[in-house]
Nanobody
Framework: QVQLVESGGGLVQAGGSLRLSCAAS????????MGWFRQAPGKEREFVAL????????NYADSVKGRFTISRDNSKNTVYLQMSSLKPEDTAVYYC????????????????WGQGTQVTVSS
């Protein structure tokens, strides 16, 4: 099994920054893609960002493009989400997910999920 543990969430004022981390442990794989998703109260889970094993392929939701940056350190089995210029509408529980194939935006295709970390942006 694989365990994904997110950290770095919290309360921040609009315009501020946070960096989320997601550490993977347990069963190892030769390569895997990682994604970040979020779910706000009363809304469906939505795609935020993804990254390939090499880090050479990244993609972002239009709502976060230019403000968020996804990266990974394979030596630490960790993926990061640097969030800047945060807005109240970014408030949500953020989840990282692992996919045993190439990265895509469809949350249903991810194999493992973390427990989530709360991000709250005050206006």
């Amino acid at each position: 099994q694989v365990q994904l543990v997110e950290s770095g969430g919290g309360l921040v004022q609009a315009g501020g920054s946070l960096r989320l981390s997601c550490a993977a442990s347990g069963r190892t794989f030769s390569s895997f893609a990682m994604g970040w998703f979020r779910q706000a109260p009363g809304k469906e889970r939505e795609f935020v960002a993804l990254i390939s094993w090499s880090g050479g392929n990244t993609n972002y939701a239009d709502s976060v493009k230019g403000r968020f940056t996804i990266s990974r350190d394979n030596s630490k089995n960790t993926v990061y989400l640097q969030m800047s210029s945060l807005k109240p509408e970014d408030t949500a529980v953020y989840y990282c997910a692992l996919r045993l194939s190439s990265p895509i935006e469809d949350a249903r295709s991810y194999d493992y999920w973390g427990q989530g970390t709360q991000v709250t942006v005050s206006s």
